[in-house]
């Protein structure tokens, strides 16, 4: 009885179906279409969150439900909803587009923004609700300083760390673009015991 020997070339190209076309296209979808457009994980580098976010959290960011950027360009996509204030954002740093920054999201554009006695004071309204009323704020940096109104420029946002006492935020350095806006914070995914939705 003879056995034949499968020909090399069959085998290549059934490696080649089976194996590396499936990976191809899951790289092309990771890489050009889901981190870019659909949702990103992030890991927290810093406690300016904290205790909302702690050093080492990985997130997940919704990059399209303000309306994807395309990559390269600051053309968006349609936004399914504009950012509500108290969400957690990333965004791209102001003062360094390389870097990615969290913080949550405070004032929008015309309105006045004060920080006064530990509290956020928007068109001189005190912000006593949750998140903002679990928070004292100091008075710190340019755009944070005692008794300092600050008009939020348009297509902008005030935006602060949860843990006021250690957080480089739009008190120091301004406003963030729209622009620059990544996405919505939405879920911490790891460390197993941290697992939550992010409020």
């Known amino acids: ?75 968006r996509f349609p936004a399914f909803r504009r950012p509500l204030r108290g969400e957690v954002i990333v965004f791209k740093y102001p003062e360094n587009p390389g870097k990615n920054f969290i913080k949550r999201l405070v004032g929008f554009p015309g309105e006045v923004v004060e920080i006064k006695d530990g509290t956020i004071y928007i068109d001189g309204r005190p912000m006593t609700e949750p998140p903002f009323g679990e928070r004292y704020y100091y008075n710190r940096g340019r755009y944070g300083a005692e008794g300092e109104k600050i008009i939020v420029p348009n297509d902008s946002f005030f935006v602060l760390g949860d843990n006021s006492g250690s957080s480089l935020d739009s008190r120091f350095w301004g406003f963030v673009p729209y622009k620059y806006l990544q996405g919505k914070a939405m879920v911490i995914w790891w460390p197993i015991n941290r697992i939550r939705i992010i409020k």
């Open 1 to 75: 009885m003879k056995f034949k020997l499968p020909q090399i070339s069959k085998l290549r190209t059934k490696f080649v179906r089976d194996w590396v076309e499936p990976f191809l296209v899951a790289a092309f979808l990771a890489f050009c279409i889901i981190r870019p457009l659909i949702v990103e994980i992030y890991k927290i580098p810093s406690g300016s969150m904290r205790p909302t976010l702690v050093e080492g959290d990985l997130i997940i960011v919704n990059k399209f439900l303000y309306g994807a950027r395309i990559p390269l360009t600051f053309i």
